[in-house]
């Protein structure tokens, strides 16, 4: 399964914002029928292991933007 009909294992998506975790890059390991596993690249949450479900997924990271880095990679 897909994404929008472009994603899959390491892709990097955006996960939309929930509670008090901001919105946020994540790197796929596996797609399921109903959610995404993988490590959350950025934010409070980065180097963590997360399932979140397939709603969250705000977009897929344009290929120039993860050669670029990850935002937070792109304050220092």
């Keep these: ?5 472009h994603s899959r294992p390491g892709d990097v998506v955006v ?4 509670d008090e975790v901001p919105e946020h890059w994540f790197r796929i390991d596996e ?3 109903g ?3 993988g490590v959350a690249l950025t934010g409070p949450l980065a180097g963590e292991y997360g399932e979140p479900e397939l709603r969250m997924v ?5 290929a120039e933007e993860v050669q670029q880095g990850t935002p937070d990679s792109q304050q220092a």
């Design 58 to 62: 705000v977009r897929v990271a344009t």
């Design 31 to 33: 797609v399921h029928d």
């Design 1 to 5: 399964m897909s994404i929008g009909g």
């Design 15 to 18: 996960i939309g914002a929930f």
């Design 35 to 37: 959610c995404i596993t």
